[in-house]
């Protein structure tokens, strides 16, 4: 089991800035593939970002390419979400999730039903 953690969430102005953290316990050890998503009500969770295990990977969705940043801290069992240039169609709960994978393959995964773990989201507010 991963138990995991987001916070930095809040409400900004468009243009503005926002780090989101997710902090990872339990069976860290093994390694863990993470992904952002974000959702908004009556509409299904959106992929933002994944990075692999070893941090050398990330893949972004379009919609945010170029303005958000993950990256990850293993010492630490943290992972990251640098987000910059907030538009209000950012606005949503963001969550991260986790998914254990083979310590010697680079894995980065897409899709919710790929994740075993979930934290419990964070709200982001991005206001016009």
Same mark, same amino acid.
């Given at each position: ?5 987001? %916070? ?8 503005? %800035?926002?780090?989101?953290?997710? $902090?990872?316990?339990?069976? =860290? ?6 992904? #952002? ?6 509409? +299904? ?7 692999? #295990? ?23 069992? +943290? ?5 910059? =240039?907030?538009?209000? +169609?950012? =606005?949503?709960?963001?969550?991260? $999730? ?19 773990? #979930? ?10």
């Amino acid at each position: 089991q991963v138990h995991l953690v987001e %916070s930095g969430g809040g409400l900004v102005q468009a243009g503005g %800035s926002l780090m989101l953290s997710c $902090a990872a316990s339990g069976r =860290t050890f093994s390694p863990y593939t993470v992904g #952002w998503f974000r959702q908004n009500p009556g509409k +299904e969770r959106e992929f933002v970002a994944t990075i692999n #295990w070893g941090g050398t990977r990330t893949y972004y969705a379009n919609s945010v390419k170029g303005r958000f940043t993950i990256s990850r801290n293993n010492a630490k069992n +943290e992972v990251y979400l640098q987000m910059k =240039t907030l538009q209000p +169609e950012d =606005t949503a709960v963001y969550y991260c $999730a986790a998914a254990h994978v083979p310590r010697d393959q680079i894995v980065l995964l897409t899709y919710p039903r790929e994740f075993n773990y #979930w934290g419990q989201g964070t709200q982001v507010t991005v206001s016009s």
